[in-house]
Each structure stands twice: as structure tokens, then as C-alpha cells.
């Protein structure tokens, strides 16, 4: 039996609740019959216009903001392709046919990202509920006076709730400005290297609560060796930066006298299991010795890191990995792998930030940074880290941060 043909076009327009759909930039790209019907618009009035312009907020009563409230949110969403859902607000729609003339309404909002075949953010539903009449009439039995005291006192609880949640949104970028100068203190820039270029980058996440949880290491080893490393604890905010700052001088300190990484890592791995908030945690360490032109390896559930070869072919050294740190129960060896390169040469390490997408495959984002380094080959490692930055990181900011290292061979 053969499923029907579902006409979505069809269901949209006849959904019962007002919805619309922006895109990013906040235009209306399409609204259904029932958001034209409440809003008392043609949809020649909407569709191609910003938010604003179609539905400003009423300019007699400054504290009436719906329109920036619901503009925020979108923007929001937009920005962390994360829900938002609104909490019931008062907005006054203006009578298309009475310039000057506006109607008191009450709704309570819902935002839901879109996603598109690339996992990224393509467009922004919109949903209303206009809750206008429940306000004033208590489902059709207060008197007038009882219905104006209801409407005000859900007008002035819905106020407190939103004052709540700006408090909130400030108490987060708070912390995310601390957690950004904390992280800042311990990923100074790297010191210069005796035979190598080298360019770091870190890029924070939009969101207030996915921040401070990568590092970056470079650390000159003996007999004209390199350790580079790369790692992520699973943390938020201040919690994960104080992980990250234990971690990741732990690893530099292993790297210095391990033989080998994967040694450095079993080490890091048992002292990772007396420091809470490290459990789960990934990282790759690399040896890179210029003499033998070798580059040893191992991963503990990190991304591979990325191998730029001088004929612009790049190559993911994925032959030493396992679990994050603490996922197993017992003590066991972790793999180490070896591979070779020529001169000029570059090698890019970088935190899940840079490649992971919501709902799509980790291998497309794994190609698109193989297309950027391939198109970008030849140039200096600050370059290219720009330029790898830009091709990868979405315009409106990603939703987790992104330690990167860039390192010419």
C-alpha cells in the first residue's frame, strides 16, 4: 500500500494557528490563512517585507514592545538554531485601513529553527496563538470589570516573567564575559616555535551557555620535535573553563616526558578521573618530528586531524582512535598511529566546533574543511586559518566554540 501524496503547501495554509516563516534576515517568506485572517492583512502586505515594517510597535506606548521582543527571539534562534519559546506578551496591531489606529492584542509565541540540506539554519517558524479574547473574557463569563482585572493582572505576571528571563539572558552574558577572559588568560597566544609557522585560533560560541570548553597546546619537545594538541570538555560556561584549564596543562605536561602520545593520553586519561566534569572529554595529541618527517598520532574520540599535503589532497588521520577520556571502566592501552609527509606540508587540528552540524552527517562537514584547505593551499598559516574560519563557521555564529591550530610543515 502506497502512502498518500501529502500536500504540505496545502496543510500550511490550512493550519488553525496563526504561522509564518522568516528568513534569517527576518523577512517574511511565506504566512498561512490563518495568520491573515487574525493580523487583518493581504498577502501582498507581508510576504517579501521585514518584520518591522510590516508590524512596528505602536509608537504611543514605548512600554508595548512586542515587535523587538519577537525580533530578539528570532534573531536568537537564527543564531543558535535552538528553540525559543516565548512567554505570553501583549502586541497591538494596527488597523491596515486606520493609520494610527491600533487594536490591543495578547499572544503567546512559539520560534522553531528550520534546517537546511547543509545543517544550517535556512529559514524561521513562526507561531501565534492570540489568547486576546481568554485575556478579556475569561472564557465568556467575567463581567467587565472582573475581565479588565484579569487582564491586568495577567499583563503584569507575563511582565515579571519576562523581566525573570532578561535577568537571566544578563546573568549568562555575565558569565560568558568572565568565561571569555578566563579562557583568554589560559590560551595565550603560543610562544614561537624553533622550526615551524604556526597560527591558533579560538572562536566563541553565540550561545552564553556553550562556551569555554576547547584548548589548543603547542609545545616544543626535544631533538627538533613539536607536541600539537587539541581537545573538548563536554562542560558549560565557567565549569568546563576550569576543566579545560586542569586538562590541558596536564596534557602538556604528559607530552613533555611520555614516550609517545598515546602514552600522554593514558596518563591524562588517569588524571582525568579524579577531576570532576572531565569525564567524556576528547582530545588528539601529535609528535611531529621534522627530521624524520613523521607525524605520530593519537585520539581520544576527537576529530581526526586534517593532513594538508603540498599538491593541495588532503588526508584525515583517523588510524589511532578511541573512546573520550574515562568512558571506559578500566585502565587499557590506548592505539598510536605514524604517518609521513613531505616538506611544506600542513597540519590542522581543530575542536568539533569547526565541522559538527545539527542534523547532518559528521562526514559532510568533514568534507566541506577539505574543500576549504584544498582551496587555500599555498597559503601562510595565519591565512589559512582565517580563511578556514570564514568558510566553516556559519554567518550568523555557531552554536558550540572552536579551538583551531594551523600548523606549516
Not at 89 to 95: C, P
Not at 260 to 289: K, M, N, Q
Request: charged share 25%.
Amino acid at each position: 500500500m502506497h502512502s498518500p501524496r501529502i500536500d504540505y503547501e496545502a496543510v500550511f495554509q490550512a493550519l488553525p494557528s496563526v504561522v509564518a516563516l522568516f528568513t534569517t534576515d527576518l523577512v517574511y517568506a511565506d504566512v498561512n490563512e490563518a495568520f491573515l485572517s487574525s493580523m487583518g492583512r493581504t498577502r501582498e502586505q507581508v510576504v517579501g517585507r521585514h518584520l518591522w515594517d510590516v508590524f512596528p510597535d505602536a509608537p504611543q506606548d514605548s512600554a508595548v514592545s512586542g515587535m523587538r521582543k519577537l525580533r530578539d527571539s528570532l534573531r536568537w534562534v537564527a543564531a543558535t538554531g535552538q528553540r525559543d519559546a516565548m512567554t505570553l506578551h501583549r502586541y497591538d496591531v494596527q488597523f491596515p485601513d486606520r493609520p494610527g489606529v491600533w487594536e490591543e492584542r495578547y499572544w503567546s509565541p512559539v520560534n522553531v529553527p528550520v534546517f537546511g540540506p547543509d545543517g544550517q539554519v535556512a529559514l524561521l517558524l513562526h507561531r501565534e496563538e492570540d489568547i486576546t479574547e481568554l485575556i478579556r473574557a475569561r472564557g465568556g463569563r467575567a463581567t467587565g470589570d472582573e475581565a479588565t482585572a484579569l487582564e491586568g493582572e495577567l499583563y503584569i505576571r507575563a511582565r515579571e516573567i519576562q523581566g525573570i528571563n532578561e535577568r537571566l539572558r544578563e546573568a549568562h552574558a555575565r558569565e560568558r564575559e568572565v568565561a571569555l577572559s578566563l579562557q583568554e588568560a589560559m590560551l595565550p597566544a603560543p610562544e614561537p616555535l624553533r622550526h615551524y609557522q604556526a597560527a591558533v585560533r579560538y572562536h566563541p560560541a553565540v550561545n552564553a551557555l556553550n562556551v569555554c570548553g576547547d584548548w589548543y597546546d603547542l609545545v616544543d619537545l626535544p631533538g627538533g620535535r613539536i607536541a600539537a594538541a587539541v581537545g573538548d570538555v563536554v562542560g558549560q560556561g565557567l565549569a568546563a573553563a576550569g576543566v579545560m584549564g586542569q586538562l590541558r596543562s596536564a596534557l602538556s605536561a604528559a607530552s613533555r616526558v611520555a614516550d609517545g602520545p598515546a602514552r600522554a593520553l593514558e596518563v591524562l586519561d588517569l588524571y582525568a578521573r579524579s577531576v570532576d566534569g572531565a569525564e567524556s572529554t576528547t582530545a588528539v595529541l601529535t609528535v611531529i618530528d621534522g627530521t624524520r618527517r613523521t607525524i605520530t598520532y593519537s585520539s581520544a574520540g576527537h576529530p581526526p586531524p586534517a593532513l594538508l599535503h603540498p599538491d593541495g589532497t588532503v588526508d584525515y588521520l583517523d588510524r589511532a582512535t578511541d573512546p573520550p577520556l574515562g568512558a571506559r571502566p578500566e585502565h587499557v592501552s590506548r592505539p598510536q598511529a605514524e604517518t609521513t609527509f613531505n616538506e611544506g606540508a600542513t597540519l590542522v587540528l581543530y575542536t568539533d566546533g569547526l565541522v559538527e552540524r545539527r542534523h547532518e552527517d559528521i562526514d559532510t562537514g568533514l568534507a566541506r574543511l577539505a574543500d576549504s584547505l584544498t582551496r587555500h593551499q599555498g597559503t601562510d598559516p595565519e591565512t589559512l586559518a582565517d580563511a578556514v574560519l570564514a568558510d566553516l563557521i556559519p554567518t550568523a555564529g555557531a552554536s558550540d566554540d572552536t579551538a583551531l591550530v594551523v600548523l606549516r610543515l
